[in-house]
Nanobody, 122 residues
């Protein structure tokens, strides 16, 4: 199993940047694909970004391509999401997720963090 704790959320003006971090427990972190999801008020949770266990493969939702970058540090058991050029529509609770199979990380992760709020003001 793996436990996930997000941090780095907050309030930022449109056009600004934020960096989210997710700290994972467990000695097997490097064997998990990792991802970020978000859920805006009254909307379903949606996929944002994913990274394979070695970091060699990444995927992004079309809405964030070119603005967000996912990365991981297996030595520190962390995964990050650098968010640039933020828009009001990026406002949501952002969740870190983990899944052993990369093909499932974008749709059905097995493990979730508790979430961190990101608010982008116009």
């Amino acid at each position: 199993q793996v436990q996930l704790v997000e941090s780095g959320g907050g309030l930022v003006q449109a056009g600004g940047s934020l960096r989210l971090s997710c700290a994972a427990s467990g000695r097997t972190f490097s064997t998990y694909a990792m991802g970020w999801f978000r859920q805006a008020p009254e909307k379903e949770r949606e996929f944002v970004a994913a990274i394979s266990w070695r970091g060699g493969s990444t995927d992004y939702a079309n809405s964030v391509k070119g603005r967000f970058t996912i990365s991981r540090d297996n030595a520190k058991n962390t995964v990050s999401l650098q968010m640039n050029s933020l828009k009001p529509e990026d406002t949501a609770v952002y969740y870190c997720a983990a899944e052993r199979t990369y093909s499932r990380i974008t749709t059905r992760p097995s493990y979730w963090g508790q979430g961190t709020q990101v608010t982008v003001s116009s």
